[in-house]
């Protein structure tokens, strides 16, 4: 399970966006998930140093809107403090593409300072796409406050969105005990009435992240949904996610 978590976070960690792609998509209500159009290719080529394509990036984030994506792309897969003054400002752009792209690259180099901005667009941006990266970008800060706002977009946002912030719980609910508490009870009631299998079997897999910081009145409660689920859910994926948990715990065959 960690394995499929490490995945995610990798292509993600490494993400290029198609500006082209990504602004056809952004009107279609998440049918068609832009992320899944990335061209590996239009990276960093590899024969440049680091540090060179950093400075080049830099530039290009003074740029018109076509150079800042550029420069976006390349803070998407490296870290370099002397970016934050140049990412935050692009938050605040009217297009959207540039404000994903932005939250990208500021989960690729998080500051602590960019997380209440991070906060009121997950909470506030019109647009789903823009919301989901930052769901995904706030497990990079570990801050108490993000907490809440994970929370409630994984009760109330749409589906891309409580995927993610399913994830990020077992980041942020990992930093302490109650936490992990507070996270673990919204990921279990959402494990029992989400309607999408996804978002189901990620709250499965972020519980286990969890498991071992849980009291165990909700670490019984985990096991026993996981039992019914493994059981006697409609949703072949959520079954063998249930399975794949209970056998990491220790309990395999526990089900049959």
């Keep these: ?28 209500e998440l049918e068609v998930d832009p992320l899944e159009q990335i061209d590996q290719d239009s990276f960093s080529n590899g024969n440049l140093d680091k540090n060179l394509e950093c400075d080049e990036a830099l530039k290009l984030l003074k740029g018109n809107r076509d150079q800042r994506i550029q ?14 003054p140049l990412l ?5 752009q009217p297009c959207p593409v540039e404000r994903m792209s932005a939250v990208y690259a500021l989960g690729r180099n998080p500051f602590p ?15 789903a796409y823009v ?12 801050n108490q406050i993000v907490l809440k706002p994970l929370i409630n977009s994984l009760k109330n946002d749409v589906a891309a ?17 109650s936490n992990a508490q507070l996270a673990a009870e ?29 009291s165990e009145i909700l670490q019984e409660s985990f096991v026993d949904e996981c039992t019914k689920i493994a059981l006697f859910d409609k949703e072949p994926s959520v079954m063998e996610e249930a399975k794949t948990a209970l056998d990491s715990m220790g309990m395999k065959g526990f089900y049959k």
Excluded: H
């Design 1 to 28: 399970m960690t394995k499929k978590k490490d995945i995610q976070s990798e292509i993600l960690a490494e993400i290029v966006i198609d500006p082209d792609v990504l602004a056809k998509e952004l009107s279609e």
């Design 71 to 84: 420069g976006l792309r390349i803070f998407c897969e490296y870290r370099d403090k002397r970016s934050f």
């Design 88 to 92: 935050l400002p692009l938050l605040d």
């Design 113 to 127: 300072s960019a997380v209440k901005k991070l906060i009121s667009l997950l909470e506030t941006d019109d647009n």
């Design 131 to 142: 919301r989901r990266a930052t769901a995904w970008s706030l497990a990079n800060y570990d």
């Design 161 to 177: 969105v409580r995927l993610w912030s399913s994830s990020s719980l077992a980041e942020i609910g990992n930093l302490s005990s």
């Design 186 to 214: 919204q990921l279990l009631i959402s494990l029992k009435i989400d309607n999408e299998p996804v978002v189901r079997s990620n709250c499965i897999w972020s519980l286990c992240r969890l498991f071992e910081k849980l």
